[in-house]
């Protein structure tokens, strides 16, 4: 009989990293929320959080802690507002698609990875907070397009500007934290 090596589901390391970040998304988004005058809508540092946590455990880790961390969040206000925790989750999810090409384990950030993962971002929030938030709000909740495309706006440029300055702050920092590959060598 033929064994199979191959694994299934998450790596301790992605549970543990799942746990943590979304812990922290939730303390950032329930305690540091800046309103933007929209309703409902805050400018979130959570998501620049979140960026880091995606860009070094990947796509399935991202989706995890932006679904878990948001849901948690709305549950202290009274009850999960689906299509926007949906909408943080797919924002992770996009977000971990970066983890290939930024290799921030690498312990090299260039300005041409991080410009690149800036406009994946962009790309992401239009279709996190523009497309996937409205469009489930108008269709699990019947609200009203110009409402919740509004909020939808606010919500993507306010996200883009949390990712691009707390977010690459972040991974700046991290890889910064981090020997790089060719840094350790055998005598």
């Known amino acids: 009989m033929k064994e199979n090596n191959k694994k299934t589901g998450l790596s ?8 943590i970040g979304a812990a922290v998304f939730f303390i950032l988004m329930k305690y540091i929320a800046i309103p933007t005058g929209v309703p409902n809508t805050n ?33 202290t206000y009274g009850a999960p507002w689906w299509s926007w925790v949906l909408a943080d989750g797919v924002f992770g999810l996009l977000l971990g698609l970066s983890k ?36 489930g709000d108008i269709l699990i909740y019947k609200q009203p397009a110009s409402k919740v495309f509004l909020q939808g706006a606010a919500a993507t440029i306010v996200n883009i500007l949390s990712v691009a300055i707390i977010g690459s702050i972040l991974l700046v920092a991290y890889v910064k934290s981090r020997p790089k590959k060719s840094s350790l060598r055998s005598e």
């Open 100 to 135: 290939r090409f930024l290799d921030l384990e690498g312990g090299d950030l260039s300005t041409k990875k991080l410009v690149q993962f800036n406009v994946w971002q962009i790309i992401a929030n239009v279709i996190a907070w523009l497309i996937v938030a409205p469009i």
């Open 43 to 75: 400018v979130n540092v959570a998501e620049g959080w979140l960026a880091l946590i995606a860009g070094l455990f990947g796509p399935v880790v991202g989706f995890l802690v932006g679904v878990i961390g948001h849901t948690i969040t709305d549950a």
């Open 12 to 19: 301790v390391r992605s549970v543990v990293a799942t746990g």
